[in-house]
């Protein structure tokens, strides 16, 4: 019944490694998002899919890459990880760009 | 830019207390949407209201109400006879409709801790 969910809910890693955070949701929504949380808890919008084409593309590293391979589903693919790069990471879908964002549960990634 | 302000880092009442969060934003679109997201330890983001520009209607939801007011560009929110569970990290967010459309903004966040 989960609206939103993102797998996996903890990444623990090393520096330098490739890791990837997915998400799906069932909401039959045509826009889905990925926000970056700090551990200050500043929210942070980095990408914007609507119906599988980029929308928004904040000034987020190339290292980040986002895919979406159908509409209810958008991943995030993240090259040689860095420190910084730890932080809680939230998708949300929302039924157009004027429309309530609905979030998952997060993924806390913490780097080594 | 959109922008918007929670000028509260951190905010403590004890329970019963009546506590207001303010939210001050910033855009040049005349439509937009403003938003508030809870945030409790748990760490999930739980919408609570959405407010379009051309509705400036005051919302009351049971303990929780808002007041938008345009001519300020605030959109303050209310808890009445807070609680406990009322503890948590409150988003203020405005989301535009024209040329960002989708890109929202979010405020820093207001921490409330509820005191028994």
């Known amino acids: 019944d989960t609206a939103v969910s993102q797998t996996p809910k903890y990444l623990v890693t090393q520096m330098g490694n490739d890791k990837s955070i997915k998400c799906e949701q069932n909401l039959g929504h045509d826009t889905m998002y990925w926000y970056k949380q700090d551990s200050k808890k500043f929210l942070k919008i980095m990408f914007s899919y609507n119906n599988k084409e980029l929308i928004i593309n904040e000034t987020v590293p190339n290292r980040f890459s986002p895919k979406s391979p159908d509409k209810a589903h958008l991943n995030l693919h993240i090259n040689s990880l860095e420190l910084g790069d730890s932080a809680v990471y939230f998708c949300?879908?929302?039924?157009?760009?004027?429309?309530?964002?609905?979030f998952g549960p997060g993924t806390r990634l913490l780097v080594l | 830019a959109q922008k918007v302000t929670q000028a509260q880092t951190e905010i403590s009442v004890v329970e019963k207390e009546d506590v207001t969060l303010d939210c001050v934003y910033e855009?040049?679109?005349?439509?937009?949407?403003l938003f508030w997201y809870k945030q409790p330890p748990s760490g999930e983001l739980v919408f609570l209201i959405r407010?379009?520009?051309?509705?400036?209607q005051n919302e009351i939801s049971g303990r929780y109400s808002w007041n938008f007011q345009k001519s300020t560009s605030s959109f303050n929110f209310t808890i009445t006879a807070s609680q406990v569970v009322d503890s948590a990290v409150y988003f203020c967010a405005l989301s535009e409709a024209g040329a960002n459309a989708g890109k929202s903004t979010f405020g820093d966040g207001t921490t409330l801790t509820v005191k028994p």
């Open positions: 407010r379009n520009s051309f509705d400036e």
């Open positions: 949300a879908s929302s039924g157009g760009h004027r429309e309530t964002q609905y």
């Open positions: 855009t040049r679109d005349t439509t937009y949407y």
